[in-house]
């Protein structure tokens, strides 16, 4: 993990002004369904005074207004499949060009493969920012069904309470998902988290991991 110091002066000496990096701390909070990203996201984002973007969000509030974005995600959400790059990355540019005057961008269910992961680096390079790090839930499987099964009884949501539906989604996860991680580890940005315990102490492991890695 580089420090907050070395890569200051790492961006203060190798780029021109006009080229400088926006300070901006954009992160990536990452994990399995049901590791309890939603929720601590509300938590971080009211910390950090950050824009709290969950694609899942997104695409739940194009459902329930019917719109053509979410007529296309319908089907695979049902399934527990990923909804397509294509579609997930324009809605996801679209929300974080709203909010370009942001302190950060915490990142809740994006990016879900390495074709999203590079796609929102290049974007943030564009804007003149980057990805600030990513933090990962470590929950094991049984641990998230029985979480996802719980939250089903009142999230109201078809994918929540079919256990054939959930597995689903982890597989997905472990396919398609996990390889993100190690995109970021290469980078040095990855940290993983131990995601069980109380909805504070995870909190206050988050902030830990974000206060020494990554706010300057
Ligand atoms: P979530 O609320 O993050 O659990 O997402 C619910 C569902 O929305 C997922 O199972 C996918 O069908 C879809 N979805 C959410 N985010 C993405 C993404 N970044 N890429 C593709 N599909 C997504």
């Known amino acids: 993990m ?3 110091l070395f890569r200051w002066i790492l ?9 400088q990096d926006k300070i901006m701390l954009n992160l990536v909070l990452f994990g399995p369904p049901g590791s309890g990203k939603g929720t601590q996201a509300k938590k971080l984002t009211e910390k950090y005074n950050l824009i709290h973007i969950s694609t899942g969000d997104l695409f739940r509030y194009e459902m329930s207004n019917n719109t053509p974005l979410g007529e296309k995600a319908k089907a695979y959400m049902a399934k527990g499949e990923l909804v397509p790059d294509e579609v997930t990355i324009g809605m996801l540019e679209n929300k974080v060009n709203k909010h370009l005057d942001a302190k950060g961008f915490i990142f809740d269910g994006f990016p879900r493969n390495t ?9 943030l390079t564009s804007k003149g ?10 929950v094991d499987d049984e641990e998230i069904i029985k979480r ?3 939250r089903g009884k009142t999230s109201g949501r078809a994918d929540d309470n079919d256990e054939s539906i959930i597995r689903n989604r982890i597989d997905v ?3 398609e998902t996990a390889p993100v991680f190690e995109f970021y580890k290469e980078q040095e940005k990855a940290q993983l988290v131990h995601g069980i315990g109380s909805i504070d102490e995870i909190f206050n492991r988050l902030c830990d991991a974000i206060n020494s890695n990554l706010v300057a």
């Open 173 to 175: 996860y472990n396919q």
């Open 2 to 4: 580089i420090s907050p």
């Open 115 to 123: 074709v999203q992961a590079e796609a929102l680096d290049k974007f």
């Open 129 to 138: 920012t980057q990805v600030s790090g990513l933090v990962c839930l470590d």
């Open 11 to 19: 961006n203060t000496f190798t780029r021109s002004d006009e080229n």
């Open 148 to 150: 996802i099964l719980e």
